[in-house]
Structure formats: C-alpha cells, structure tokens
Nanobody, 124 residues
Framework: QLHLVESGGGLVQPGGSLRLSCTVSGFTLDSQNIGWFRQAPGKQREGILC????????NYRDSVKGRFTTSRDNAKNTVYLQMNSLKPEDTASYHCAAGIFPCSGYILPGYDYWGQGTQVTVSS
C-alpha cells in the first residue's frame, strides 16, 4: 500500500521557521510527482508547490516563493518543506500528495495519494 505521512508542524511566532516532512512508503520519490497543499479553516484548499519527480525541480506559489523551499532525500523516501519567515496567513493544515499527473506550475492537478496533514499555526 502507498502512504504519505506528514510531520513537523507546530506553533511558531511570526518570522519563525518550521521544516515539514512528507515520508512516503509503497513507492519511490522518483516515480511520482509530489504536491504540497494547505487548507485553512473556512478557506479552500490551495496548492503551494509541485515537485517534478524526474528532475526534482519545483514550482512555488507566489505567496510562498522566496520563503519556502523543498528538498528530497531519496534514501529516506522523504520530501522536506522548509518554511521561513512565516506569517499568520500561513496558518493551515499542510498536506502532501502524490500522483503521476505532470505538475501544472505549482499545482499537482491530480493525485492518487494524500497524507493526513500536519497543522502549522503562526501566531504571537
């Protein structure tokens, strides 16, 4: 079975940093494109970045560009999301997803697997 498990969320002050992890099982990171999404209470889910499986290149949503970066460790089957200069508007549940659909900019337009999410709260 294929699984994605996110971790690393928490409470952080504005301007702080967090590193989220998305650990996958049942497939290799070079076989599926990975998307990160977030959803805040009362708001629609939004994609924030998409990672091309073959090149490891990523596209970012404008609102996170320059603050968030992604990397992956194939040996650990883990994708990381480093989030710096966090703002209160970054508060959301963050999820990773995997699918074979090509990235459409920073959006993974279709996915077969979805993680349960990790909560990020940015507040003073």
């Amino acid at each position: 079975q294929l699984h994605l498990v996110e971790s690393g969320g928490g409470l952080v002050q504005p301007g702080g940093s967090l590193r989220l992890s998305c650990t996958v099982s049942g497939f290799t990171l070079d076989s599926q494109n990975i998307g990160w999404f977030r959803q805040a209470p009362g708001k629609q889910r939004e994609g924030i970045l998409c990672i091309n499986s073959g090149t490891s290149s990523a596209n970012y949503r404008d609102s996170v560009k320059g603050r968030f970066t992604t990397s992956r460790d194939n040996a650990k089957n883990t994708v990381y999301l480093q989030m710096n200069s966090l703002k209160p508007e970054d508060t959301a549940s963050y999820h990773c997803a995997a699918g074979i659909f090509p990235c459409s900019g920073y959006i993974l337009p279709g996915y077969d697997y979805w993680g349960q999410g990790t909560q990020v709260t940015v507040s003073s």
